[in-house]
């Protein structure tokens, strides 16, 4: 069993829907990533959370908007969304010094009607 | 068997052989890097990492080797066994680089019975 958990684990919405993402992590972790990944690709970086404060965002459209509540969640704010944006959202943690390995939920699958 | 990452994405071997997954990366400033496993609907799982000061490290049936004269990753698995099936991905990260990982394109392996 993974110990991110990831919520909902499939999630259908309308364009214009509003949902959010949640993660969860015990590990004592203070970083926490989000991750878009598409059919037979590799995940692709969205955001970097360290300590609680959003350390890198990859030019991501402002429809998806990250939160971090404290430093076991993970949020992401859905408003908008385009039917491309129907992917796997994976939500990782780690210690936040270098070379730290990063450990995933299993995602939710997102799907936009 | 033994994969050539983007050339051959797909990788049968035989249960009980030996498998040999490689991994190409093009940054020379990283130093630092991930294996994982990912079975179908689940989150990219911890397989083991390798840093640049090591040339091979091993774990339970695993060994990854790194070759940075060529930029070259390769994870071999003694013993293939048919729950080792699923997408290897390769992943680089480099100190400095904001613990941004930056994953290959992915090899799927199928053990045949």
């Known amino acids: 069993d993974t110990e991110v958990t990831q919520t909902p684990k499939h999630l259908v919405m309308g364009m214009t829907n509003k949902k959010s993402l949640k993660c969860e992590q015990h590990?004592?972790?203070?970083?926490m990533y989000w991750y878009k990944q598409k059919a037979k690709k590799p995940p692709e970086l969205m955001f970097v959370y360290s300590y609680e404060k959003l350390s890198i965002n990859e030019s991501v459209p402002s429809r998806f908007s990250p939160e971090c509540p404290n430093s076991s969640l993970l949020n992401l704010h859905l408003h908008a969304l385009q039917p491309e944006d129907s992917a796997l959202y994976l939500c990782?943690?780690?210690?936040?010094?270098?070379?730290?390995?990063?450990?995933f939920g299993d995602g939710t699958r997102l799907s936009i009607l | 068997g033994e994969s050539v990452g983007l050339h051959l994405p797909t990788l049968s071997v035989q249960e009980g052989d030996n498998s040999i997954i490689n991994c190409a990366y093009s940054?020379?400033?990283?130093?630092?890097f991930i294996w994982y496993k990912q079975e179908s609907g689940k989150g990219p799982q911890f397989i083991i990492d390798?840093?640049?000061?090591?040339d091979k490290r091993q774990g339970q049936r695993v060994t990854v080797l790194l070759n940075k004269t060529v930029k070259h990753l390769s994870l071999q698995i003694a013993a293939t066994q048919p729950g080792d099936s699923a997408v290897y991905f390769c992943?680089?990260?480099?100190?400095?680089?904001?613990?941004?990982?930056?994953f290959g394109t992915g090899t799927q392996l199928k053990v045949e019975l």
């Open positions: 992943a680089e990260t480099f100190t400095g680089g904001g613990n941004k990982l930056t």
């Open positions: 940054n020379s400033a990283s130093d630092y």
């Open positions: 990782a943690s780690s210690d936040p010094g270098y070379n730290q390995p990063q450990h």
């Open positions: 590990m004592g972790h203070r970083a």
């Open positions: 390798i840093r640049s000061n090591m």
